[in-house]
């Protein structure tokens, strides 16, 4: 029996590109891009310390629109790698 693990999708379109189960988030610290991942990394730790980085830095108050996570997309794309 294989396991599946969730992809990241890289899309920089309109909302109607995030498929069922997904969300949206810009990632970057002077150029934002937008990534969709699956809803079920919200329950991993290091996507939750994203998540508190964001929130220390921009608070509710999101200048993407969406959730903007302040770091590197190389950082991003790693932590999600080993979730």
Known sequence: ???RMPRII???STTRDVP???F???V???QKNRFVIPVSFLSEPLFQDLLSQAEEE???DHPMGGVTIPCTEDVFIDRLNRI
């Open 24 to 26: 949206a988030v810009y």
């Open 58 to 60: 921009f608070g509710f």
């Open 1 to 3: 029996m294989a396991i």
């Open 28 to 30: 970057g610290e002077k």
């Open 20 to 22: 069922k189960g997904h």
């Open 10 to 12: 890289n899309k920089s």
